[in-house]
Nanobody
Framework: QVQLVESGGGLVQPGGSRRLSCDASGNFFSISAMGWYRQAPGKQRELVAAIRSGGRTNYADSGKGRFTISRDNAKNTVYLQMNSAKPEDTAVYFC????????????????WGQGTQVTVSS
């Protein structure tokens, strides 16, 4: 069984910073892409940032220049550093990863964390 567990959410003041973490655990061979998505009330879930195993990244326009995604492959962990937070960043942030799991063959399967709430407010 594979689990993704996010941490680091909470209340952030406008202009402030927060770092989210997501740890992958379980019986798997490898993780390729990892990413962060968010979902605000009444809105669809949207990509925030993603990172490949080799380190290539891509960002949604909303986070470019303010958010940084990184990963520690040895720890199976992905991070999202949020700077210059805005009220519109308020959302539940979800971790996503494509994982090759033991006993499920050679294909990658997408997994999601349970989400962590980030609220940007004074």
């Amino acid at each position: 069984q594979v689990q993704l567990v996010e941490s680091g959410g909470g209340l952030v003041q406008p202009g402030g910073s927060r770092r989210l973490s997501c740890d992958a655990s379980g019986n798997f061979f490898s993780i390729s892409a990892m990413g962060w998505y968010r979902q605000a009330p009444g809105k669809q879930r949207e990509l925030v940032a993603a990172i490949r195993s080799g380190g290539r990244t891509n960002y949604a326009d909303s986070g470019k220049g303010r958010f940084t995604i990184s990963r520690d492959n040895a720890k199976n962990t992905v991070y999202l550093q949020m700077n210059s937070a805005k009220p519109e960043d308020t959302a539940v942030y979800f971790c996503n990863a494509y994982i090759v799991v033991v006993d499920l063959g050679p294909d990658e399967h997408p997994y999601w964390g349970q989400g962590t709430q980030v609220t940007v407010s004074s």
